[in-house]
């Protein structure tokens, strides 16, 4: 596609309930990057891919997130038993390179989740 | 802790009148410096970058921005603002190994007509 797409854009989910978060990054792009952005704030990094291989996940806050890449296409990031701290704005990048200098990322519209 | 700084969250500015947003980082060695931009309603946009060379450079809708080595700093400037540039802008570094980036706070510009 023309851009990173991210779906759904918004989401409601009332406290436990699990959710689950897609990226449709530039195709191409060999890594992709979800980053969680709290109101007020800059985006924060959660976690990397370099194709299907997830080589940096030290940005997950707890282990109810949990994020897959199985085809290196297509990114789920799925949050268990959600909790209202997780309220954000879930950002999805892209980038054409694996690694090093001049990778630029390309951002999606991000999925606004609130949580009741 | 190493991070990345922007010493102003809210700017409110009119018309022609000049921009000037700080940011500075904390990390030494060799980095990559983004100005990115978010307009209302809109995803992240890429603004300018620095990678290597003329510290400074040049973006988009008429923004550059100046790499200080010695002071750690990015900042990002435009001569003559307009309404159309009120948005949030992110100053952010990335380590060419680990690939992330790091975003300072935001600054929120708002441009009175």
């Known amino acids: 596609g023309a851009g990173v797409s991210q779906s759904p854009r918004y989401k409601v989910a009332k406290r436990g309930q699990d959710v689950a978060l897609r990226c449709d990054p530039i195709?191409?792009?060999?890594?992709l990057f979800w980053y969680q952005q709290a109101l007020g704030q800059g985006p924060e990094f959660l976690t990397y891919?370099?194709?299907?291989?997830?080589?940096?996940k030290s940005g997950l806050p707890s282990d109810r997130f949990f994020a897959e890449r199985p085809e290196g296409s297509v990114s789920t990031l799925k949050i268990q038993r959600t909790q209202q701290e997780d309220s954000a704005v879930y950002l999805c990048?892209?980038?054409?390179?694996?690694?090093?200098?001049?990778?630029?990322?390309?951002f999606g519209p991000g999925t606004r989740l609130t949580v009741l | 802790a190493q991070s990345v700084s922007q010493h102003n969250h809210h700017v409110i500015l009119s018309e022609a009148a000049s921009l000037e947003l700080g940011c500075n980082y904390s990390?030494?060695?060799?980095?990559?410096l983004f100005w990115y931009v978010q307009y209302p309603g809109q995803h992240l946009q890429l603004l300018l970058k620095?990678?290597?060379?003329?510290?400074l450079v040049k973006g988009i809708k008429g923004f550059e921005a100046e790499f200080i080595k010695s002071k750690f700093s990015f900042n990002l400037r435009k001569p003559s603002v307009q309404w159309s540039d009120t948005a949030e802008y992110f100053c952010?570094?990335?380590?060419?190994?680990?690939?992330?980036?790091?975003f300072g706070t935001g600054t929120l510009l708002a441009v009175q007509p």
């Open positions: 990048a892209s980038s054409l390179f694996r690694t090093g200098l001049y990778n630029e990322q390309f």
């Open positions: 195709s191409g792009h060999v890594s």
């Open positions: 891919f370099q194709n299907e291989a997830q080589l940096d």
């Open positions: 990390y030494g060695g060799t980095v990559n």
């Open positions: 620095y990678f290597s060379g003329d510290p």
């Open positions: 952010a570094v990335n380590r060419g190994a680990t690939n992330k980036l790091i």
